[in-house]
């Protein structure tokens, strides 16, 4: 039997806690049998950043991109391997800088999803352009901040167009804070979006490849503790929708590394936020969830370079507005055509499939490093990296609990599936 040798390289920012994990269970679940007769042997390796010629070959079969979103160096390195050198991105570099937060409002709500009704007003002050001056003075017309927030109604959220990490994101209740958070707004261009109030569920869903996980999220807890360990929060119906969406908008740009926040209010499913190129996968806030989220990343590359997967530039939009644009599917029609879309897109059957037949040994393996004390390491360190040192027992018998927890969990899923 051939072993075909393939190298993953993360391209990485200041996290240790995932990487970390995610070469060890790469280590430890060794070379895959493929397809055809050929054997998979997985390196893993971190990228470094340095002067690259433009028609350097990468060594690279596949990167996990955690740093382009605000170092641009390596921004233009993976476009180039992207469009030169056929290496696979988890996420398409040219949609998530095109396609940031608007631009994804702008497509879900043309696939007829609830995005809250949205409003994206001026630049408060200036932009610094030497055009500006003469081009506001001539075209810029004078408008009612006022009027727009009376249409969209209190209260309401002003976030920039492009969002992150909750930077510039207020809670507005009336016009005096309207005007308070516009002023501060300064060079950043705002949305203003009709606020969901008093929902019944906060869901985030963390979409890796042609798998979901949905969390029940609170946001007005400190972070540690805003993914509630919270199996049953969802009705079925709306627990699928959510899902639904959070593939069918990784499948409509190209993405599979995201993920995406959903209002649940009298049964209706309200997108939010669902354009985040490096979502969160650190170990202190998804805890429980965490050893879901390195076993799915792990499967995800191991099935795309073993199957010979091709990742995607283009987007094939036409597919999806040929269904939106039906007067005669009702939205949950629509629903059920976007998600069959989208699992053709994954190939989630075949997925399945791998992941149940090369695959199979990869939950005990994961179990038994997570249950291990080289896992405790990792967790000991991890706090240690990230709170003070007054806090680090608290922290870490907090997050021994969780892991515990997700330990009994998954043997006796494991056990009863045997
Ligand atoms: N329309 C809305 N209705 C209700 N709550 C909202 C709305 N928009 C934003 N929020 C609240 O504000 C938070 C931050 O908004 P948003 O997710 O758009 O910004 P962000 O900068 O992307 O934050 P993050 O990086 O944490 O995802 C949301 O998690 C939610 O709690
Ligand atoms: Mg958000």
């Given at each position: 039997?051939?072993?075909?040798?393939?190298l993953i390289?993360?391209?990485?920012?200041?996290?240790?806690d995932w990487?970390?994990?995610f070469?060890?269970?790469?280590?430890?679940l060794?070379p895959?049998?493929g397809t055809?007769g050929?054997?998979h042997a997985f390196?893993?390796e971190?990228?470094?950043?340095?002067?690259f010629?433009?028609r350097?070959?990468?060594?690279?079969?596949?990167?996990?991109?955690?740093?382009?979103?605000?170092y641009?160096h390596?921004?233009?390195?993976l476009?180039?391997v992207?469009?030169?050198d056929?290496v696979y991105?988890?996420?398409?570099p040219?949609t998530?800088?095109?396609?940031?937060?608007?631009?994804?409002y702008?497509?879900?709500?043309?696939?007829?999803?609830k995005?809250?009704d949205?409003?994206?007003?001026?630049?408060?002050?200036?932009?610094?352009?030497?055009?500006?001056?003469?081009?506001?003075a001539?075209?810029?017309?004078?408008f009612?901040?006022?009027?727009?927030?009376?249409?969209?109604g209190?209260?309401?959220y002003?976030?920039?167009?492009d969002?992150?990490?909750?930077?510039?994101?207020?809670?507005?209740?009336?016009?005096?804070e309207?005007h308070?958070?516009?002023?501060q707004?300064?060079?950043?261009?705002?949305?203003?979006?009709?606020?969901?109030?008093?929902?019944?569920?906060f869901a985030?869903?963390?979409?890796?490849?042609a798998?979901?996980?949905?969390?029940r999220?609170r946001?007005d807890?400190?972070m540690?503790l805003?993914?509630a360990?919270?199996?049953?929060f969802?009705?079925p119906?709306?627990?699928?929708?959510?899902?639904?969406?959070?593939?069918?908008?990784n499948?409509?740009?190209?993405?599979?590394?995201n993920?995406?926040?959903?209002?649940?209010?009298?049964?209706e499913?309200?997108?939010i936020?669902?354009a985040?190129?490096?979502?969160d996968?650190?170990?202190?806030?998804?805890?429980?969830?965490f050893?879901?989220a390195i076993?799915a990343?792990?499967?995800?590359?191991?099935f795309?370079?073993?199957t010979g997967?091709?990742?995607?530039?283009?987007?094939?939009?036409d597919?999806?507005?040929?269904v939106?644009?039906?007067?005669?599917?009702?939205?949950?029609?629509?629903?059920?055509?976007?998600?069959?879309?989208a699992?053709?897109?994954?190939?989630?059957?075949?997925?399945?499939?791998?992941?149940?037949?090369?695959?199979?040994?990869?939950?005990?393996i994961?179990l038994d490093w997570?249950?291990?004390?080289?896992?405790?390491?990792?967790?000991?360190?991890t706090?240690?990296?990230?709170?003070?040192?007054?806090e680090?027992?608290?922290?870490i018998?907090?997050?021994?609990?969780?892991?515990?927890?997700?330990?009994?969990?998954e043997?006796?899923?494991l056990?009863?599936?045997?």
């Amino acid at each position: 039997m051939t072993t075909e040798r393939t190298l993953i390289g993360l391209l990485l920012g200041t996290e240790e806690d995932w990487p970390r994990a995610f070469e060890e269970v790469l280590r430890r679940l060794g070379p895959v049998p493929g397809t055809g007769g050929t054997r998979h042997a997985f390196d893993c390796e971190r990228i470094t950043i340095e002067p690259f010629g433009l028609r350097d070959r990468p060594r690279y079969h596949l990167v996990i991109d955690r740093l382009a979103y605000w170092y641009y160096h390596p921004r233009e390195w993976l476009k180039k391997v992207a469009l030169m050198d056929g290496v696979y991105l988890l996420n398409s570099p040219f949609t998530f800088q095109s396609m940031e937060k608007h631009a994804a409002y702008c497509a879900m709500m043309r696939l007829g999803l609830k995005v809250p009704d949205t409003v994206l007003v001026p630049y408060k002050n200036p932009v610094d352009n030497a055009r500006y001056a003469y081009t506001a003075a001539r075209y810029n017309r004078p408008f009612d901040l006022d009027a727009i927030a009376g249409r969209i109604g209190y209260p309401l959220y002003m976030k920039p167009y492009d969002g992150g990490a909750w930077r510039g994101v207020s809670r507005v209740r009336n016009p005096a804070e309207l005007h308070a958070a516009y002023d501060q707004s300064g060079e950043m261009l705002m949305h203003l979006q009709k606020a969901i109030d008093d929902y019944d569920a906060f869901a985030r869903s963390l979409s890796i490849g042609a798998e979901t996980m949905v969390m029940r999220f609170r946001p007005d807890q400190p972070m540690h503790l805003r993914y509630a360990v919270d199996h049953g929060f969802l009705t079925p119906q709306a627990g699928g929708e959510v899902v639904t969406i959070g593939r069918l908008v990784n499948a409509f740009f190209r993405w599979e590394l995201n993920s995406c926040e959903t209002l649940v209010k009298d049964g209706e499913v309200y997108p939010i936020d669902y354009a985040n190129a490096c979502p969160d996968l650190a170990l202190t806030s998804l805890h429980y969830y965490f050893p879901w989220a390195i076993k799915a990343l792990v499967k995800w590359c191991v099935f795309a370079m073993a199957t010979g997967r091709r990742p995607r530039f283009d987007v094939a939009a036409d597919q999806y507005f040929e269904v939106a644009d039906d007067p005669g599917v009702s939205y949950a029609g629509k629903l059920d055509a976007y998600r069959a879309l989208a699992d053709a897109y994954f190939e989630s059957e075949r997925y399945q499939d791998f992941c149940a037949t090369r695959l199979a040994h990869l939950d005990e393996i994961v179990l038994d490093w997570v249950a291990g004390p080289g896992f405790d390491e990792l967790l000991v360190q991890t706090v240690r990296s990230v709170y003070p040192a007054h806090e680090h027992d608290q922290f870490i018998a907090h997050l021994r609990g969780l892991l515990g927890m997700w330990v009994r969990d998954e043997s006796a899923r494991l056990r009863a599936s045997a």
